[in-house]
C-alpha cells in the first residue's frame, strides 16, 4: 500500500495488466491530464487497461484528455459502468526476435527504434530470473524468441514463457535434453531450434517439429519426418510457409595423408530444402 500522492509514486511503466480505482476523486482525478498520463504509463502493452468508474462530466473529461494527450495506440471504450482506457497492440517503434538470429534472413539486426540510453529496468530477478530456465551462455545454447510481449527461452529440460514487461512466468513445459542438427552449439545437448509466429511456436526435436500455443503453451500439431534417416534441420518461417532443412545420412570420402588414400566418414547432412504450410 502507498499513501501519498498517487501522482507522485514514480510507479514502473508497463507493469500493470489492470489498473482500477473505486473512487477517483482521490487519486488526483481533478489534474485530469496528469491523471491520465500517470495511468497510461502504468499499462502494459498488447492489452493492459484500466477501470475507472465515470460518470457524466467526468467520462467527458477523461476523453478529452486521452483526445488531447496523444497516446499512442490507446483506446478509450465502455464496459458496462466502467470507462475503459486500454493500451492496445505493440509499443510504437518496438521490434520483434522470431528466429535465431532475429529473422528468416539472419540479419543479427534488431529494428527497434524505441530502445535506447538512458537505460532502465523493467524488472529484475524473481521467477523468470532463476539460473534453472537458461544454458549456460558459452555452449552457445538457443537465443531467446521475443514476439508479441512473450519471450521464450531453452534450458536444461524445459521451455519457459516470460511476459518480457513484468518478468511473470506465463507457462513451462518440460522437454527432452537433446539437440538438432544444423545448430551452432552442436558440442553438446544445448536445445533445440526455436521460432515463433504470432500465433505459433515452433520447437524442432529431431524427428518432429511441435507447433505450440503461443499463450499456453498446449501443442496445436506436430510436423513429423516419416524418412528412417530423416532428421529435421535449421528451420524459418516466411508469410505461411515453414521452411526446413532436412538431414540424412551421407558417406563423405576425403583424400588421405598418401596419394591414392580414402578416408571415408559415415553422418548426416543437410540434403534438401522443403517447403510446408506452416499449420498444417
Not at 473529461?61 to 495506440?73: Q, Y
Not at 532475429?102 to 530470473?129: C, E, M, Q
Not at 511473470?168 to 553438446?188: D, E, L, M, Y
Request: aromatic fraction near 10%; glycine fraction near 12%; proline fraction near 6%.
Amino acid at each position: 500500500v502507498h499513501r501519498g500522492d498517487p501522482l507522485a509514486f514514480g510507479l514502473p511503466p508497463y507493469f500493470a495488466s489492470v489498473v482500477t480505482s473505486e473512487d477517483v476523486g482521490s487519486t488526483g482525478f481533478d489534474r485530469t491530464g496528469d491523471f491520465v498520463k500517470t495511468i497510461f504509463d502504468c499499462l502494459r502493452p498488447y492489452g493492459g487497461t484500466a477501470f475507472l468508474p465515470l460518470e457524466g462530466g467526468k467520462n467527458a473529461m477523461f476523453r478529452k484528455a486521452v483526445d488531447e494527450a496523444k497516446l499512442s495506440r490507446a483506446k478509450v471504450g465502455q464496459a458496462g459502468q466502467w470507462t475503459t482506457l486500454k493500451r492496445a497492440g505493440a509499443l510504437e517503434g518496438s521490434a520483434d526476435w522470431t528466429h535465431e538470429y532475429s529473422d528468416p534472413s539472419n540479419t543479427l539486426t534488431s529494428l527497434d527504434k524505441l530502445v535506447k540510453a538512458p537505460l532502465g529496468l523493467l524488472w529484475y530477478g524473481g521467477p523468470a530470473g532463476d539460473a534453472e530456465l537458461f544454458y549456460d551462455r558459452h555452449e552457445w545454447p538457443p537465443s531467446a524468441i521475443i514476439i508479441d510481449g512473450r519471450m521464450f527461452i531453452q534450458g536444461p529440460g524445459k521451455l519457459t514463457a516470460v511476459d518480457v514487461y513484468t518478468g511473470r512466468v506465463i507457462w513451462q513445459n518440460a522437454i527432452p535434453i537433446g539437440k538438432t542438427k544444423g545448430r551452432r552449439g552442436n558440442f553438446t545437448a544445448t536445445g533445440y531450434h526455436l521460432l515463433a509466429t504470432s500465433d505459433s511456436v515452433y520447437l524442432v526435436y529431431p524427428k518432429t517439429c511441435l507447433r505450440i500455443d503461443p499463450a499456453t503453451g498446449k501443442t496445436i500439431s506436430e510436423f513429423l519426418l516419416e524418412g528412417k534417416n530423416e532428421e529435421w534441420g535449421r528451420v524459418r518461417v516466411t508469410g505461411e510457409f515453414l521452411v526446413a532443412s532436412i538431414w540424412t545420412d551421407k558417406k563423405i570420402v576425403e583424400s588421405g595423408k598418401n596419394p591414392g588414400d580414402k578416408i571415408e566418414v559415415k553422418g548426416k547432412a543437410p540434403r534438401e530444402i522443403r517447403v510446408l504450410d506452416r499449420k498444417t
